[in-house]
């Protein structure tokens, strides 16, 4: 159980283009950097490929870290302190600082950034950013000590990890599995245990997954009705939209948009 000295949340950052970006810190330091896409990163000279939807801890070493994308970019990443103590416990779950792990799930990742962000607004959202950014390395020491395992040892991961990485980038599309598994060679049965296997969650999690959050992206940045919002996330059937919806965020799709409309128009009303 962690303290409330244990953790203390700095910041959060977002970055969609290849640079270099440096941060400035004490050696008790960490950034915690998630990516979306396949990445070439270099960090303090040390070189990284980040495949689809990976994390990296890394320790601030003389006081700054340098983070350095080649190519595509879209990653997150978090500047934080830990105690001595809480950086013991992460490594007895497998969070070790250097090793690159995968995200098994990236909504609830999304959901905990956007309160990650929340606590930067203001002093009294601090102490919740704190918990968010506990509840999130929570949420990543589940599948860290597997992954470099599953990278050797899953059949074809390279090939399931563009396709996770395609399913994200592209929600709406028709992901059809008959075609998907002609296309790497595999029967239907197989290509469902491997990407299981890759990623500790299932394929159709995955693609209900990556269609709630365009549906969220949707809701709070255009006026389409929750129908049009759902045909345009591929869903066929509005009253599974919103129960999957509901599933994933814990409100309905109508109450989404207006609690977004709230936060971002706070005297909206006044």
Request: net charge negative.
């Amino acid at each position: 159980m962690w303290q409330k000295e244990d953790i203390f949340l700095y910041g959060c950052y977002e970055e969609k283009a290849p640079g270099c970006r440096r941060f400035t810190g004490e050696t008790e330091d960490h950034l915690l950097l998630l990516c979306e896409v396949r990445s070439l990163v270099r960090i303090n000279g040390r070189q990284y490929v980040m495949q689809p939807f990976t994390f990296l801890l890394h320790p601030f070493e003389q006081g700054s870290i340098a983070v350095e994308t080649h190519g595509a970019a879209n990653y997150r990443c978090v500047h934080f302190r830990m105690s001595e103590r809480y950086a013991q416990l992460l490594a007895g779950h497998g969070l070790l600082p250097g090793d690159v792990c995968t995200i098994s799930r990236p909504v609830m990742v999304s959901s905990l950034w956007e309160l990650l962000q929340e606590a930067q607004e203001t002093p009294a959202a601090q102490e919740r950013g704190a918990y968010a950014l506990e509840l999130l390395l929570c949420l990543l020491w589940e599948n860290c000590g597997n992954h470099r395992a599953r990278m050797t040892q899953v059949p074809h991961f390279n090939k399931l990890a563009a396709l996770r990485s395609n399913i994200y980038l592209h929600p709406a599309d028709d992901w059809n599995v008959p075609e998907i598994c002609a296309d790497m060679g595999m029967c239907r049965s197989n290509f469902h245990r491997l990407y299981l296997s890759a990623f500790g969650t299932t394929f159709k999690q995955d693609v209900i997954a990556s269609r709630i959050e365009l549906a969220k992206e949707l809701l709070t940045t255009t006026e389409d009705s929750v129908s049009a919002v759902a045909v345009q996330c591929g869903f066929d059937i509005e009253v599974y939209f919103m129960r999957q919806f509901k599933r994933h965020t814990g409100m309905t799709a109508t109450a989404y948009r207006r609690i977004s409309k709230e936060t971002n128009d706070p005297g909206e009303g006044s």
